[in-house]
DNA sequence: CACCTACCGTACACTCTGTTCGACATAGTG
DNA sequence: CACTATGTCGAACAGAGTGTACGGTAGGTG
C-alpha cells in the first residue's frame, strides 16, 4: 500500500476528546493574554499534551482549527444570538424598539465578554487569513441582512428619514458596531456595559432606525 | 574594536534611499494583492533590491518598518485629515454641522482610499503585533478627543440629548467609523464614497451630535 | 488471539528570521 | 594621490517553527 498519509480520525467519539482538549489548550493560552498569532503549534501541542502527528491529523492547519473552534462557538452563540434577535428584534416596529435594541445589545455584549479572546483571535486572524476571514465575514453577512431587511421594512413603513440609504446603514451598523464592542470590551470595565449597550442602541435608534431629520 | 553590530547609517541623505525603496517595495507588494503578514522580509529585500544586512541597518524588523511607513504617512496624511478637521469641524456648533461632517468624511474616505493598502496593512498588523498597535492606537485616540470634545461642547450648549454619554459616544464613532470606512472601501467602489460618506454622516449627526429623543 | 483504530515519538526537509563579518565601492580630506 | 570613513553586499550561521512521513504501541472488538 503507498504511503498515503496517514488517514483522520473517523468515529465520532474519539473525534470530540482530542479536539476539546485542542480547543481548551487554545482557550487556555489566548485566555493567558496571547495573540493567536504568536501562538505557535507547538505550544498547543505542550499545553494540549498531544503529539504532533496526532495534531495534523486532525486540523489541515493553525487557521481552520481557529475556524472549526468558531463554529463550534457559534453554535450555542451566535445561533443563541439570533434566537435572541429574532424574539426582541420583531419589536423594532415597535414605537419603543430603542429599548429592545438596548437589551439586545447588552445580552450581545455580555456573550461577546465572556467568549472574548476567541473572537479577538478570530477577528485577528481573519485580517491577513483566507479561511478564517470567509468564516468570520458570513457571519457578519447574516447580520447585516438582518438589519437591512428591517431598515427597509422601516423605510417602507415611514417610520425613518427617507432618504436613508439601508444598504450602506446597514454595513455601517453592523461592521462598525461589531468593532466598536470589540473595542469597548477590550478597553472597559464590565461594569460599563450597560452604558455602553444604551448609547451604541441610541445611535443606532436615533442615527438609522428612527431618524427625524430637522425638516421633518 | 569589538565588533559592535554594525552602526546605522547616519548621514540623513543616504538613510532616506534605502528606506524609501523599502517603502515603495512595501507598496508594491501590497498593491498587488498580498497581506502584509504573508510578505516576508526575503520578498521585500527582493522586490526594493537591497541586501539583508542593509534592511536590518535600517529596521530593527518588519513590525518597525510598517510603523514607520504610518508615521511617514501620517506627516502628510493625518495632519492633513487633522488640518481639514480643524477647519471644516468648527462648524460643528453651526447649524448644519451635517454637511460639514460629509465634507469631512468625503475627504477621509478619498485619503483612506487612496492609501487602503498601507492603512489596511497597519490594521491588521496591530490587531498582533504591539509596536505597530501602539502606533495605530494613538492616531484613533487623537480622534477620539477632539470626538469628545466636541460632543461635550454640544451637550452643553443643550444642542443633542441630555442623556448622551460623550465619552462612550466618541469611542462608538471613531472606533466603529474607522472599520466602517475600512469595510466600506474593500468591498465597495469608489462610485459609492458620496453615499457612503452621506450615510456615516447622518448616522452620527441624528445619532450623537444632533440627537433628538421622543420626548423632547 | 488477531485485528483495527488512533495516538505517540522521532526524524526530516523546508522556510523564515535576525546576526555576524569580511569584502568592496565610493566620497571626502590632507 | 593615498588614506580613511561610511555604507552596502553577500555569504554563512544558529535558532525557531511548519508540515510530512513512518515505525511503534496501547486498547477495544469480533
Known sequence: MPSITRTAPDSEGNRRVVETAVYTAVRTLLDSGAKYTEISVQKILAEADISRSTFYAHFRDKSELLARMGRSLNQRFFDEA??????????????????????????????????????????ETAAYDAAVNDFYTSGLEAFEARVRADLEKRLGSALTDSKLNARISAQVIVWGGEQAIAHHISTEDESQDADFAAELAAIWWYGAYNRRTESS
Not at 111 to 118: A, D, G
Open 82 to 123: 439570533t434566537a435572541d434577535a429574532a424574539t426582541i428584534w420583531d419589536a423594532v416596529e415597535s414605537p419603543d424598539g430603542l429599548q429592545s435594541i438596548t437589551e439586545l445589545l447588552a445580552k450581545g455584549v455580555a456573550r461577546h465578554r465572556e467568549h472574548f479572546s476567541v473572537l479577538a483571535a478570530i477577528s
